[in-house]
């Protein structure tokens, strides 16, 4: 209501965020105040906490995204891994994990398994260019691009060994790195490690944390 001045008599629950939102500022400076938001829609997919220009995303089917929207103001780049960023990662990570057990967000109701925090052995989404191959149709040089997802599918799993830029940026799909995670899940409300998650294996996104507690180690 303090965006239109308007007064009330009432008492509302809540905070009022009016003056954020009409600040020409583009990332809140309220210092110490940890924001959190959630998808509410049909079939919610991430849950976030925001401080102090940083946004943590944990979402279904993907590992956690860390903005660091004082460098990226398009959150474009992903700083979870960056080792001067674990402090607020961590504490932007704990306060949103003890926020959605504690009021089993929309986000909960969808799945009961999510990465907390960056699994040890992980795909690049980025695409891989492979070496050019002849084209016997047009007799030109064409160059294969592939994503990670094909190996196995579209593309043998042979190429795994013929090229070195597919090992290095598809490790889990070529099978080349298995080694668990030191982070944690959050695994049917309980936050867990993989000395915890051995009767968890039957999903595939604890496979992928724990690929040695899982025991499929060059079964990928």
């Not at 009016?18 to 105040?33: A, F, H």
């Not at 057990?101 to 009961?112: H, N, Y």
């Not at 960056?118 to 980025?126: G, Q, S, T, Y």
């Amino acid at each position: 209501m303090g965006i239109g001045n308007a007064s009330s008599a009432g008492t509302f629950q809540g905070v009022d965020g009016s003056s954020e939102l009409l600040s020409s500022e583009s990332i809140s400076r309220n210092e110490g105040k940890i924001i959190f938001s959630f998808d509410a829609g049909n079939a919610p997919n991430w849950a976030a906490a925001i401080k102090d220009g940083y946004k943590l995303v944990i979402s279904r089917n993907d590992t956690p995204w860390l903005f660091d929207m004082n460098r990226d103001h398009d959150e474009l780049i992903n700083y979870a891994t960056s080792e001067w960023h674990q402090p607020i990662f961590a504490q932007l990570r704990d306060v949103l994990t003890g926020a959605m057990i504690k009021f089993q967000g929309p986000l909960l109701e969808q799945t009961s398994v999510l990465y907390l925090d960056v699994p040890a052995c992980l795909d690049l989404d980025d695409k891989v260019h492979l070496n050019s191959r002849r084209n016997s149709s047009t007799r030109r040089n064409e160059r294969l691009t592939i994503f990670c997802d094909d190996i196995g599918v579209r593309i043998s799993k042979g190429r795994c060994m013929g090229f070195e830029q597919v090992r290095q940026q598809c490790p889990v799909n070529c099978g080349t790195c298995c080694m668990d995670s030191h982070g944690t899940m959050l695994v049917d409300s309980q936050v867990k490690g993989c000395s915890s998650l051995s009767t968890y294996c039957e999903d595939n996104l604890v496979t992928a944390f724990c690929p040695q507690t899982c025991n499929v180690c060059g079964q990928q």
